[in-house]
């Protein structure tokens, strides 16, 4: 038995690291001597609900109920009522964890208040009596979210407990610690006794990087989205990482040469991993999409194959299952996830093509939008683009496609743009097929991402 808490003390030391939020920073070592869950003992043997609207107080909870409660469910702060009354029901839960600033406050679950410090309330003890199950929501944009049984060792297996090297690393993500692609850069960051920043909702990116460069941020993860928006605005020049990490959506080579051009001395990675199917892999030559070799590799702890143009993957960080009776299994019998990626070989390497739940027919013919937006952000002009269908009652769809410009082109005359759109089809017609090619193309200031940093697709 293991939890979160015991592989923080590491033979007895006080724990290391500390978590910076906009409201201030914690050292872990504090928990020594306090808890920020009030009646933590009462939450033994529950299913609990984790409620809380900062991440702050998110990542503290989730040290001390580790090993303490028998599931967490890890709620994102986005959930609407009817979400957050299915993932209850589907749980089981019969607590809630919560902060002043929780939307979930009228919830009629026993409630226990989570604080950003901890208190020196003596009636307490963090020895753990179980494996706690781990449940994290997919993040679907609309309707019910499915809830993915994971353990502390499907999460964190894989993961060092202690630094790589003598050097202070200090991590952060633009994920919200709750999302899987968050959660994992939090238990390295815990795990290794690192200090982790943490971001807000409602922070702009140039506070959040500002906050990271005083902290001394070495190791940061976020979306190919995150990092468009980063680059677009000019805060990525705030930090200088030596690691930069990319994962969630697919990573073309447009966004991976920027980023290493702006931070030359960092190593700019790409990773897959899903919630379900947990980290697959993770690409370090600079290069979009991963070498064929990895495929059917037989000496990896991570199996991966190819099946019908989409990824497969089976490892020990798989999830266990999805909770409830209502959907589908989450792997097959033979334990390997259909992760819904697909993928298409290309001499020695495969790239991803987008989601399969994603594609575009047009007259019969598939249209995968993040091929098309590859070409359209291959632009110097371009900072990031969205691909769409449009209702044709000739083809039932066309292609339209929505490009934000760098900011120098942002205050170009509408005459201006004409010849920059013809640059953008002319090169579309060039490297794609015809029925690829957008029929629509217009400029628009900004696009809208989802609460996991992924852009919004109507289509998908």
């Known amino acids: 038995m293991s939890s979160l808490w015991q592989s923080l003390k590491k033979s007895g030391d006080s724990p290391a690291g500390a978590f910076h939020a906009p409201s201030g920073t914690v050292e872990l070592r504090a928990l020594e001597h306090g808890t920020t869950i009030n009646g933590l003992e009462r939450l033994r043997g529950r299913n609990v609900m984790l409620a809380t609207r900062t991440q702050l ?168 989205s995150h990092w468009r928006k980063a680059l677009m605005s000019g805060d990525a020049r705030i930090i200088s990482p030596e690691y930069v990490r990319l994962s969630g959506e697919v990573a073309d080579q447009t966004v991976l040469d920027s980023l290493q051009a702006t931070y030359p001395n960092a190593r700019v990675a790409h990773a897959f991993a899903s919630t379900e199917a947990g980290v697959g892999f993770e690409v370090n030559d600079g290069k979009a999409g991963f070498p064929a070799s990895f495929i059917g590799a037989h000496d990896s702890p991570i199996e991966m194959k190819v099946q019908d143009g989409t990824l497969w993957i089976r490892s020990r960080r798989t999830a266990a299952r999805y909770l409830g009776n209502a959907v589908a299994a989450l792997a097959q019998s033979d334990g390997f996830v259909d992760t819904g990626d697909m993928v298409e070989l290309s001499g020695d390497r495969y790239y991803f093509r987008g989601r399969k739940g994603g594609i575009i027919n047009v007259g019969g013919l598939k249209v995968y939008p993040e091929e098309v937006e590859a070409v359209l952000n291959a632009d110097a002009r371009v900072r990031m683009s969205l691909v769409r269908a449009k209702r044709s009652p000739i083809t039932g769809a066309v292609i339209a496609a929505e490009v934000v410009l760098a900011e120098a082109e942002h205050s170009l005359a509408p005459d201006a743009l004409e010849p920059i759109k013809k640059d953008l089809l002319d090169a579309c017609r060039r490297q794609l097929a015809a029925h690829k090619v957008p029929a629509i193309l217009r400029f628009v200031p900004t696009l809208e991402l989802t609460a996991a940093g992924k852009l919004v697709r109507p289509n998908a």
């Open 57 to 224: 107080a998110s990542a503290l909870a989730l040290i001390e109920l580790d090993g303490i409660a028998r599931r967490v469910v890890l709620c994102t702060p986005d959930l609407n009522p009817e979400q957050f009354s299915s993932a209850t029901a589907t749980a089981e839960a019969d607590a809630i964890v919560l902060d002043a600033e929780s939307p979930f406050s009228a919830s009629p679950l026993e409630k226990f208040i989570a604080s950003k410090t901890p208190s020196g309330d003596g009636n307490w003890s963090r020895e753990a009596v179980q494996d706690s199950e781990w449940i994290l929501l997919t993040s679907g944009t609309t309707g019910l979210p499915k809830l993915v049984l994971h353990s502390f060792d499907t999460l964190a297996g894989a993961l060092p407990r202690q630094p790589s090297s003598q050097r202070t690393m200090v991590w952060s993500t633009f994920y919200d610690i709750r999302r899987y692609g968050g959660l994992q850069m939090y238990l390295r960051a815990v795990l290794a006794g690192a200090p982790l920043v943490l971001s807000s909702a409602g922070e702009s990116t140039e506070d959040f990087l500002t906050r990271g460069a005083k902290a001394g941020l070495t190791h940061i993860s976020g979306t190919p």
